[in-house]
């Protein structure tokens, strides 16, 4: 459908999937937002609509075997960010946009796994949160 990119790692000893991430754009509406979280996002305190990079879809493989244990593939969440912020790096060199955008469900592994690589709580709702990052050095 034309939504977002995504970008695939495969296994190259038996080419399954072993894990994924996919990139899109999107607006969000912040007026409701304080004057001061709303220049820290945007840079200006007035705006009413902060444009982001969506990073959506982070995923890697996980494997149940027959005794209710998991094996997850060897890619990890952390790679596959770095990875997704180095191809953010290199669209900026044509369209400007240093903000990251993550939706995720409201689990304290997710939580803590984004809040580790920079991302800040922007909301949390119903069993969802929404984390922003704003790139800067050592991203770029």
Do not use: W
């Not at 970008?7 to 999937?17: C, I, P, Q, S």
């Not at 290199?90 to 955008?101: G, H, Q, S, T």
């Not at 995720?104 to 939580?111: S, T």
């Amino acid at each position: 459908r034309g939504l977002c990119t995504t970008y695939l790692y495969a296994d190259t000893d038996n080419y399954e999937v072993s894990g994924y991430f996919s990139l899109t754009h999107k607006a969000l509406a912040i007026e409701s937002l304080s004057k001061e979280r709303r220049k820290d996002i945007t840079g200006n305190k007035t705006a009413s609509i902060a444009p982001f990079i969506l990073l959506g879809q982070l995923g890697k493989r996980m494997e149940r075997t027959e005794d209710g244990t998991f094996i997850a593939a060897s890619i990890s969440g952390d790679e596959m960010l770095k990875d997704a912020f180095a191809i953010i790096a290199l669209a900026n060199d044509y369209i400007i946009n240093r903000r990251v955008l993550v939706e995720c469900d409201d689990e304290e592994r997710l939580l803590a796994f984004y809040l580790r690589n920079g991302f800040r709580l922007l909301e949390r709702d119903g069993g969802k949160c929404t984390l922003y990052l704003k790139m800067e050095a050592p991203h770029f």
